[in-house]
Protein backbone atom coordinates (compact mmCIF):
# COMPACT_ATOMS: atom_id res chain seq x y z
CA UNK A 1 0.00 0.00 0.00
CA UNK A 2 1.49 3.36 -0.96
CA UNK A 3 -0.42 5.46 1.13
CA UNK A 4 -2.23 7.06 -1.91
CA UNK A 5 -5.61 7.07 -2.23
CA UNK A 6 -8.05 6.97 -5.02
CA UNK A 7 -11.54 7.31 -5.71
CA UNK A 8 -13.82 5.65 -7.37
CA UNK A 9 -12.36 2.32 -8.24
CA UNK A 10 -14.61 2.25 -11.17
CA UNK A 11 -16.48 4.77 -12.99
CA UNK A 12 -18.69 3.79 -16.40
CA UNK A 13 -20.37 6.88 -17.79
CA UNK A 14 -21.95 7.99 -21.09
CA UNK A 15 -20.43 9.92 -23.77
CA UNK A 16 -21.12 13.44 -23.38
CA UNK A 17 -20.86 13.37 -19.71
CA UNK A 18 -18.47 15.06 -17.11
CA UNK A 19 -16.57 12.98 -14.58
CA UNK A 20 -14.40 13.69 -10.94
CA UNK A 21 -12.05 11.37 -10.12
CA UNK A 22 -10.32 12.23 -6.59
CA UNK A 23 -6.94 11.57 -5.07
CA UNK A 24 -5.18 11.95 -1.65
CA UNK A 25 -1.53 12.05 -1.11
CA UNK A 26 0.53 10.23 0.87
CA UNK A 27 0.69 11.82 4.27
CA UNK A 28 3.49 14.59 4.36
CA UNK A 29 3.49 15.22 0.30
CA UNK A 30 2.95 18.25 -1.46
CA UNK A 31 2.86 17.27 -4.90
CA UNK A 32 0.09 15.74 -7.05
CA UNK A 33 0.79 13.95 -10.35
CA UNK A 34 -1.80 12.87 -12.44
CA UNK A 35 -1.52 10.08 -15.52
CA UNK A 36 -3.22 8.57 -17.88
CA UNK A 37 -2.75 4.82 -18.76
CA UNK A 38 -4.27 3.42 -22.49
CA UNK A 39 -3.71 0.63 -24.26
CA UNK A 40 -2.52 2.94 -27.33
CA UNK A 41 -1.26 5.26 -25.38
CA UNK A 42 0.77 3.82 -22.88
CA UNK A 43 1.50 5.92 -19.47
CA UNK A 44 1.24 9.82 -20.01
CA UNK A 45 1.74 12.09 -17.65
CA UNK A 46 -1.04 14.87 -17.36
CA UNK A 47 -0.61 17.27 -15.04
CA UNK A 48 1.20 18.37 -11.63
CA UNK A 49 0.12 20.20 -8.79
CA UNK A 50 2.50 21.56 -5.70
CA UNK A 51 0.84 22.94 -2.95
CA UNK A 52 -2.18 23.98 -4.70
CA UNK A 53 -0.35 25.39 -7.42
CA UNK A 54 -0.09 24.09 -11.28
CA UNK A 55 3.67 23.25 -11.24
CA UNK A 56 3.38 21.38 -14.75
CA UNK A 57 1.46 20.44 -17.92
CA UNK A 58 1.99 16.93 -19.84
CA UNK A 59 -0.36 15.81 -22.51
CA UNK A 60 -3.60 17.04 -20.78
CA UNK A 61 -6.71 17.32 -23.08
CA UNK A 62 -8.59 21.22 -22.80
CA UNK A 63 -11.98 19.47 -21.95
CA UNK A 64 -9.28 17.79 -18.71
CA UNK A 65 -8.79 20.05 -15.96
CA UNK A 66 -7.47 19.29 -12.44
CA UNK A 67 -7.43 21.34 -8.95
CA UNK A 68 -5.67 20.37 -5.57
CA UNK A 69 -7.65 21.62 -2.38
CA UNK A 70 -5.93 23.22 0.69
CA UNK A 71 -5.97 20.01 2.00
CA UNK A 72 -4.09 18.81 -0.33
CA UNK A 73 -5.73 16.32 -2.34
CA UNK A 74 -6.45 16.68 -6.14
CA UNK A 75 -9.58 16.40 -8.44
CA UNK A 76 -9.29 15.46 -11.79
CA UNK A 77 -12.15 16.68 -13.92
CA UNK A 78 -12.95 15.07 -17.39
CA UNK A 79 -15.91 16.82 -19.31
CA UNK A 80 -17.51 16.21 -22.51
CA UNK A 81 -16.26 12.65 -22.54
CA UNK A 82 -15.65 10.07 -25.71
CA UNK A 83 -14.59 6.67 -26.18
CA UNK A 84 -11.03 7.60 -26.56
CA UNK A 85 -10.95 8.28 -22.82
CA UNK A 86 -12.13 5.17 -21.47
CA UNK A 87 -8.84 4.58 -19.87
CA UNK A 88 -7.30 3.62 -16.28
CA UNK A 89 -6.42 7.36 -14.36
CA UNK A 90 -2.93 6.80 -12.10
CA UNK A 91 -2.69 9.61 -9.23
CA UNK A 92 1.10 9.84 -7.68
CA UNK A 93 2.41 11.96 -4.96
CA UNK A 94 5.72 12.97 -3.68
CA UNK A 95 7.05 15.12 -1.15
CA UNK A 96 8.99 17.37 -3.47
CA UNK A 97 8.25 19.37 -6.63
CA UNK A 98 9.51 16.51 -8.34
CA UNK A 99 12.64 15.80 -10.86
CA UNK A 100 15.37 14.09 -10.05
CA UNK A 101 15.25 12.86 -6.12
CA UNK A 102 11.40 12.91 -5.34
CA UNK A 103 10.38 9.69 -6.16
CA UNK A 104 6.36 9.75 -6.90
CA UNK A 105 4.12 6.88 -5.37
CA UNK A 106 1.39 5.99 -6.96
CA UNK A 107 -2.04 5.04 -6.16
CA UNK A 108 -4.32 2.05 -7.35
CA UNK A 109 -5.89 4.06 -10.45
CA UNK A 110 -9.31 5.12 -11.68
CA UNK A 111 -10.71 2.71 -14.71
CA UNK A 112 -13.04 4.77 -16.48
CA UNK A 113 -14.98 3.20 -18.93
CA UNK A 114 -17.33 5.53 -21.45
CA UNK A 115 -19.87 3.42 -23.17
CA UNK B 1 14.68 15.46 -25.56
CA UNK B 2 14.44 12.34 -23.25
CA UNK B 3 12.86 9.19 -24.02
CA UNK B 4 13.10 5.95 -23.16
CA UNK B 5 13.13 2.15 -25.18
CA UNK B 6 12.35 -0.77 -23.41
CA UNK B 7 12.82 -3.33 -25.66
CA UNK B 8 11.17 -6.37 -25.40
CA UNK B 9 7.61 -6.01 -25.38
CA UNK B 10 7.18 -9.52 -23.65
CA UNK B 11 9.92 -11.56 -21.49
CA UNK B 12 8.99 -15.00 -20.60
CA UNK B 13 10.85 -17.01 -18.66
CA UNK B 14 10.71 -20.29 -16.57
CA UNK B 15 10.53 -20.07 -12.91
CA UNK B 16 14.18 -20.21 -11.25
CA UNK B 17 16.22 -18.99 -14.23
CA UNK B 18 17.75 -15.60 -14.35
CA UNK B 19 15.15 -12.42 -15.93
CA UNK B 20 16.48 -9.69 -18.20
CA UNK B 21 14.36 -6.86 -19.04
CA UNK B 22 16.37 -4.27 -20.95
CA UNK B 23 16.21 -0.56 -21.44
CA UNK B 24 17.89 2.18 -23.27
CA UNK B 25 17.33 5.70 -22.27
CA UNK B 26 18.20 9.28 -24.30
CA UNK B 27 19.25 11.80 -22.70
CA UNK B 28 20.51 15.34 -22.69
CA UNK B 29 21.55 15.34 -19.19
CA UNK B 30 22.49 13.20 -16.42
CA UNK B 31 19.39 11.44 -15.79
CA UNK B 32 17.62 9.83 -13.09
CA UNK B 33 16.65 6.49 -13.90
CA UNK B 34 13.44 4.40 -12.16
CA UNK B 35 12.01 0.62 -12.40
CA UNK B 36 8.83 0.53 -11.95
CA UNK B 37 6.39 -2.94 -11.27
CA UNK B 38 2.80 -3.09 -12.21
CA UNK B 39 0.77 -6.13 -10.61
CA UNK B 40 -2.42 -7.08 -12.77
CA UNK B 41 -5.23 -4.43 -11.43
CA UNK B 42 -2.59 -2.69 -9.40
CA UNK B 43 -1.19 0.67 -8.95
CA UNK B 44 2.65 1.09 -9.98
CA UNK B 45 5.42 0.40 -7.21
CA UNK B 46 8.98 1.35 -7.29
CA UNK B 47 11.55 -1.47 -7.62
CA UNK B 48 14.88 0.76 -7.75
CA UNK B 49 15.86 4.20 -9.01
CA UNK B 50 19.05 5.35 -9.73
CA UNK B 51 20.42 9.03 -8.74
CA UNK B 52 23.94 8.77 -9.84
CA UNK B 53 25.18 7.47 -6.82
CA UNK B 54 26.50 3.72 -7.34
CA UNK B 55 25.77 2.20 -10.93
CA UNK B 56 24.63 -0.84 -9.14
CA UNK B 57 21.24 -0.20 -7.87
CA UNK B 58 20.05 -2.93 -5.90
CA UNK B 59 16.30 -2.57 -4.98
CA UNK B 60 12.87 -4.84 -4.15
CA UNK B 61 12.70 -8.52 -4.04
CA UNK B 62 15.94 -9.17 -5.78
CA UNK B 63 15.71 -7.22 -8.77
CA UNK B 64 18.83 -4.84 -9.43
CA UNK B 65 19.90 -3.08 -12.30
CA UNK B 66 23.11 -1.11 -13.81
CA UNK B 67 23.47 1.82 -15.16
CA UNK B 68 25.81 1.94 -18.35
CA UNK B 69 26.45 5.78 -19.38
CA UNK B 70 28.40 4.33 -22.53
CA UNK B 71 25.93 1.80 -23.45
CA UNK B 72 23.10 4.28 -22.18
CA UNK B 73 21.33 1.09 -20.46
CA UNK B 74 19.84 0.62 -17.42
CA UNK B 75 18.60 -2.84 -17.59
CA UNK B 76 16.64 -4.71 -14.75
CA UNK B 77 17.98 -8.25 -13.47
CA UNK B 78 17.20 -10.66 -11.20
CA UNK B 79 19.15 -14.16 -10.40
CA UNK B 80 16.14 -16.35 -9.84
CA UNK B 81 12.32 -15.57 -11.13
CA UNK B 82 9.37 -16.50 -9.19
CA UNK B 83 5.98 -16.87 -10.34
CA UNK B 84 5.08 -13.55 -8.05
CA UNK B 85 7.20 -11.70 -10.44
CA UNK B 86 4.61 -12.29 -13.52
CA UNK B 87 3.79 -8.15 -13.67
CA UNK B 88 4.26 -5.04 -16.48
CA UNK B 89 7.62 -3.24 -15.64
CA UNK B 90 7.97 -0.20 -16.78
CA UNK B 91 11.59 1.89 -17.22
CA UNK B 92 10.90 5.51 -16.93
CA UNK B 93 13.15 8.25 -16.91
CA UNK B 94 13.14 12.06 -15.22
CA UNK B 95 15.90 14.43 -16.56
CA UNK B 96 17.07 17.61 -14.14
CA UNK B 97 16.06 19.31 -11.38
CA UNK B 98 13.68 20.80 -12.88
CA UNK B 99 11.67 18.46 -14.99
CA UNK B 100 8.83 17.30 -13.22
CA UNK B 101 7.23 14.58 -15.06
CA UNK B 102 8.36 11.08 -15.71
CA UNK B 103 8.66 9.70 -19.12
CA UNK B 104 7.24 6.26 -19.00
CA UNK B 105 8.75 3.32 -21.15
CA UNK B 106 6.12 0.94 -23.00
CA UNK B 107 6.43 -1.46 -20.23
CA UNK B 108 7.69 -5.04 -20.62
CA UNK B 109 5.31 -7.84 -19.34
CA UNK B 110 7.13 -10.38 -17.92
CA UNK B 111 5.27 -14.24 -17.75
CA UNK B 112 6.87 -17.34 -15.47
CA UNK B 113 6.23 -19.99 -16.46
CA UNK B 114 6.10 -22.92 -13.77
Known amino acids: DSGVTQTPKHLITATGQRVTLRCSPR?????VYWYQQSLDQGLQFLIQ???????AKGNILERFSAQQFPDLHSELNLSSLELGDSALYFC??????????????FGPGTRLTVL | AQSVTQLDSHVSVSEGTPVLLRCNYS??????LFWYVQHPNKGLQLLLK??????LVKGINGFEAEFKKSETSFHLTKPSAHMSDAAEYFC????????????FGTGTRLTVIP
Open chain 1, 49 to 55: YYNGEER
Open chain 1, 27 to 31: SGDLS
Open chain 1, 92 to 105: ASSHGQGGYYNEQF
Open chain 2, 92 to 103: VVSVTPGANNLF
Open chain 2, 50 to 55: YTSAAT
Open chain 2, 27 to 32: SSYSPS
